[in-house]
Structures are given as C-alpha cells and as structure tokens.
C-alpha cells in the first residue's frame, strides 16, 4: 500500500516525463492509434499475431504502428521498462 501511495504521488508529478504520456499525446494529437497497438502488443506478450487478432488488425498494421512509436516517441515496445510503465500508470491513474 505504501509504495503504491509513493508511486501515485511520483506519477502525479513526473508522469509528463514518461514515453507513455508522450505517446498518449502523439495519440491524440495526430488520431494514429499507436496507443491502442501497443497496449495490444504488450498485453499479448510481444506478440504480434495475438496483438493484432485481439484488436481486429492486420500483423502488418501492428508491427508499423509499433515501429512508427519507437520513431515517433521513443517508445520501444520491447523495452522491459515500457511494460513496467505503462503498469505504473495504470496504477496511478
């Protein structure tokens, strides 16, 4: 409880900083549905086919739209600590 206490309170004052609000910002800017890929991406474990058969896309889309978030926001899908990430967030929001 405590340190989910703690990591609401750094969210709440660093979270601007992190790839994940970047890309939630890109999102919405632009209407480009990089928030949605990874989400399925991660959810699925890194799997593509999974990810893309979860949100009724093609693999191809996917696998563009998650490129297209390491280019765009520096968002590596596979990076360890974008999964630890987006958990936290999901924790503090």
């Known amino acids: 409880d405590v340190m989910v206490d703690r990591l609401r309170g750094f969210l709440s004052t660093y979270g601007e900083a992190s790839p ?11 209407e480009t549905g990089l928030v949605e ?28 739209r998650v490129r297209r978030a390491r280019e765009s926001c ?14 936290a967030e999901a924790l503090g929001g």
């Not at 994940?20 to 632009?30: E, G, I, M, N, V």
């Not at 990810?51 to 996917?62: D, E, F, S, W």
């Open 37 to 64: 890929a990874i989400d399925g991406y991660l959810t699925a474990s890194g799997n593509v086919l999974a990810g893309a058969a979860t949100l009724h896309l093609h693999p191809n889309t996917i696998r563009n």
């Open 74 to 87: 520096g968002v590596d899908a596979d990076d360890p600590a974008i999964e630890l990430a987006r958990g």
């Open 20 to 30: 994940l609000t970047r890309l939630q910002a890109y999102d919405a800017k632009h």
